[in-house]
């Protein structure tokens, strides 16, 4: 059984595309915990309605956990991967030393372009309009400690040569963002994603 703890900030509907998978794709996928920076937000209160543990961490906040304390959760419940899907904090170096390789984060543009600080959330698909891409779609990457620089896992090309709004690009990336992020999942708890010679590569 692959431990997932999930990080989120807002909305939560790639959180929701993973749990709809687990019936019949992430069959070896638990939802442990997820984790917000923001103490109300729908995805914190769709896993709380659902009954998984939900954690609110924020290093100002007396009514959060800090980040040393959710390491030391994270520890006890015997997480394997976090997922960041949506989750809007920089992740500290600490908790990235105590995870190396096992943690993903999913970014709504084809990485290493449209990425960086400030690049997340309409912003990314502002600016990608702005560019007249023609393409954009989903990364899933590992998370180090430089903002979306982590290696790549995987990306989907979708096509918006035909779009009118940066709003019409977040909608058709999100759907494939549905599909690609639980698909690296399922990978991982196969164990079949692996870095060979500083590039990644997924098994059948
Ligand atoms: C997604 O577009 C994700 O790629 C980005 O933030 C958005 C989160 O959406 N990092 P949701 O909260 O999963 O609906």
Request: charged share 25%.
């Amino acid at each position: 059984m692959l431990k997932i703890a999930v990080f989120v900030s807002g909305r939560g509907s790639n959180l929701k595309a993973i749990i709809n998978s687990i019936p019949h794709q992430l069959e070896n996928v638990e939802v442990s915990a997820v984790i917000s920076d923001k103490k109300d937000c729908p995805a914190l209160d769709y896993a709380e309605g659902l009954g998984i543990k939900t954690l609110f961490v924020s290093e100002k906040d007396p009514q959060s956990i800090n980040y040393e304390s959710l390491i030391q959760i994270l520890c006890g419940l015997k997480i394997d991967l976090i997922v960041l899907a949506g989750f809007l904090k920089k992740i500290p170096d600490e908790m990235i030393d105590n995870y190396p390789n096992k943690i993903i984060n999913i970014h709504p543009a084809l990485l290493p372009s449209f990425g960086g600080k400030g690049m997340y959330g309409m912003n990314v698909h502002k600016a990608v309009f702005e560019k007249s891409c023609q393409i954009s779609g989903p990364t899933v990457h590992f998370v180090d400690k430089i903002y979306d620089n982590g290696k790549i896992i995987a990306q989907k090309a979708v096509d918006i040569s035909d779009v009118k709004t940066p709003d019409e690009i977040a909608e058709r990336v999100l759907k494939i963002e549905h599909i690609l992020l639980p698909f690296v999942i399922k990978k991982i708890s196969e164990n079949k994603i692996s870095i060979k010679n500083n590039r990644v590569y997924i098994a059948e």
